[in-house]
């Protein structure tokens, strides 16, 4: 076990567990940030997707002693009102249906507009390839990241 310094959705935490011990288990067992989902526990679906200093990575796959002094940012992180563009997007594209991927939807897309803030079909493609939708809701998720593009600058 190790004293492992954290900044999370920019506050402060320090945590004793083991080096190796995944980002997911760290959020949702020590801290209580259930918001990132675990789904395959191997990085191929994409629930787990949080930031790390704005990149979208998998949680689920990241050692919680690489993540070094990098701030991460969780879905409970990336609004605190639930106003962030691509999570009015969500809602008014209606994309959520049984909601468990969402979050990972959604952290991977506004980390997608954070640096491509007006992505083609192809660009949107590419960026969310790794995320699973059970519900075969990948049309919808597409138009809410273009809607979300339109707000662009203004948060995302």
């Known amino acids: 076990m190790a004293a492992i310094h954290l900044v ?7 945590v004793e567990v083991s080096p190796d011990t995944p980002l997911l288990w760290v959020l949702r067992d020590k801290l209580n940030l259930t918001g990132t989902k675990y ?18 990575v998998r949680s689920c796959q990241t050692a919680i002693s690489s993540v070094g002094t990098k701030k991460i940012t969780t879905i ?21 249906q049984c909601g468990y991927c969402q979050p990972g939807q959604i952290m991977s897309a506004a980390a ?7 992505p083609t079909d192809d660009e949107i493609e590419t960026a969310m390839v790794g995320n699973l939708c059970r519900c075969g809701m990948y049309q919808r998720i597409k138009l809410a990241i273009h809607r979300a593009s339109m707000n662009a600058g203004k948060g995302v």
């Open 39 to 56: 789904g395959c526990g191997m990085g191929l679906c994409g629930s787990c997707t949080v930031h790390l200093d704005g990149e979208a």
């Open 8 to 14: 999370i959705n920019n506050i402060p935490h320090e």
């Open 76 to 96: 409970e992180g990336l609004s605190a009102d639930n106003t962030h563009p691509v999570q009015q997007a969500w809602i008014a594209e209606q994309v959520p």
């Open 112 to 118: 997608l507009l954070a640096k491509t803030p007006k």
